[in-house]
C-alpha cells in the first residue's frame, strides 16, 4: 500500500464546502429546529433527507462533486468533531441565521425505543377461534408490554444520567458558537 499511494492535491474548494455541509447537517438537523424569522421551522427533512437536500443545493453545478451522494452529509461532523474545533463554522452559520432573524432550538441527543408490530399481531378472524389460544395470546401481549415498559424506563434513567453528565463538561460547539453569535444560550439548552 505504501509503495503504491500518491499524494493527490487537495482541492480547497471542495474540503471547505463539504465542512460547512456537514456542520449545515448538525444545525438543521440531528433534532435541532431552526426558527424562520416567521417562526417557522425550517425543516430540510429527516436524517437522511438533509443529507440528501445538502448534496442537492451544495452541490448543485460543481464540477468533479459527487452527485447524489447524500451519504458524505448524513450524520453531520460525527466522524470528525474531535479532530478540530469546529466552533468556528457553527458561529459562520449562526450569524447567517441571525442576520435574517433566525433562531436555533438545541435538543440533547437521547436514544428512544420505537416498536414496530409484528407481522404476526394481525386479526385473524378467518381461523377458528381457540379460548386458550387467546388466553395464551394475551399472556405474552402482557409480558412483552412489561418488557417494553421496563425497557423504557431503562432508557429514561440513561437519558437523565447523560444530561446530567453533560452538565460536567463544557457545552457542545454547536452551543459554544450560538453563544458568541447570539450572546445566549439557544432555547433547550441548558438540557433540562
Partial sequence: MRREYEPSPVDEEEEVTELV???LWDVFSDNHDVIAADGRVADIGSFRAAGAFLDEHLTHDQEGWRDGDYLRFYLGTIWISRRADLTRVYAMIFRRLKVVDADWMYHFPEIGLVELARADDTDNSDEAYSVSQ???????????????ERFRAELRQANARAREE???????????????????????WPPA
Avoid: F, H, I, N
Fill in 21 to 23: 455541509g456537514l456542520c
Fill in 134 to 148: 387467546s388466553a395464551v395470546a394475551e399472556l405474552e401481549a402482557q409480558q412483552r408490554r412489561a418488557e417494553v
Fill in 166 to 188: 453533560a452538565m460536567d463538561r463544557p457545552p457542545p460547539a454547536t452551543v459554544r458558537a450560538y453563544r458568541q453569535v447570539y450572546g445566549r444560550d439557544p432555547r433547550g
